[in-house]
């Protein structure tokens, strides 16, 4: 797959990302009704749905009813086509690429409606963990069983992390855990530490500027952290792993 194709594609995909994190949580279709403005209802036209360009040109307003567009919906679009092309560059089978540009455009929508509504949609992990399947069995199936092996590895970590403190986890995360395990493998375990170490820094952060005991009642949700992890891990978890293993394990 060409770095640019993957670009685009990434940016395509990114703008069906935003529709997915709206209404997935709200339990719409994803296909139908077609893109709409929320204010005032009226169907998006085709060129105004160019991802990134269309807001740009519109000034990140309505075309019809000149209501404001969140930068929130060009920043995604622009994210997934970056991350897609990084995916590319830093892998070079066609199971590495498949497998990492598939987990970046699930961990986003994940990582939104998560700091949205404090949810992680299992119809979200479950597709992911069935395309994982998929596409590792495909494309690289003497690797499937270590990769069976880290998903029912990191989810059961979690799982144990959720039961001993469920107020600062939720099943959300084990599950997406173990998805992230399917598409990643060994390299889930260095996605997992900086998922709770840059999480156990927000929340020193949250205590620091808000007291201890306010910050403790503050409720902040896992699974951007998850994701943030994830990526960390498609891009650079291989070598950690490979660090880790030739330094300590030899």
Request: glycine residues 12%.
């Amino acid at each position: 797959m060409q770095p640019a194709f993957a670009g685009v594609l990434g940016a395509i995909v990114g703008s069906f990302l935003n529709v997915v994190a709206y209404r997935l949580p709200r339990r719409e279709s994803l296909i139908t009704p077609a893109s709409h403005c929320p204010k005032c209802g009226v169907p998006v036209r085709p060129y105004d749905n160019i991802p990134v360009l269309s807001w740009l040109l519109l000034r990140g307003h309505c075309r019809s009813c000149k209501a404001r567009i969140s930068p929130r919906y060009p920043l995604v679009e622009a994210g997934a086509a970056l991350l897609c092309i990084g995916a590319v560059l830093t892998h070079e089978t066609a199971a590495g690429i498949a497998l990492s540009v598939a987990l970046v455009l699930l961990l986003i929508p994940a990582a939104l409606i998560d700091l949205e509504h404090r949810i992680i949609p299992n119809r979200l992990t479950a597709t992911g963990a069935v395309l994982a399947l998929v596409l590792g069995t495909a494309l690289d199936p003497s690797g499937e069983p270590a990769r069976l092996i880290a998903g029912a590895a990191a989810g059961g970590f979690l799982l144990i992390a959720a039961m001993a403190y469920p107020a600062g986890m939720g099943m959300g995360d084990v599950k997406l855990a173990g998805m992230m395990g399917l598409f990643l493998g060994a390299a889930v375990a260095p996605a997992l530490l900086i998922g709770l170490l840059s999480g156990i820094a927000y929340g020193a952060l949250i205590m620091a500027r808000t007291g201890v005991g306010a910050g403790r009642k503050t409720v902040i949700p896992f699974g951007p952290f998850l994701a943030l992890g994830g990526i960390v891990a498609v891009f650079a978890g291989q070598p950690i792993v490979h660090w880790y293993t030739s330094t300590f394990l030899h």
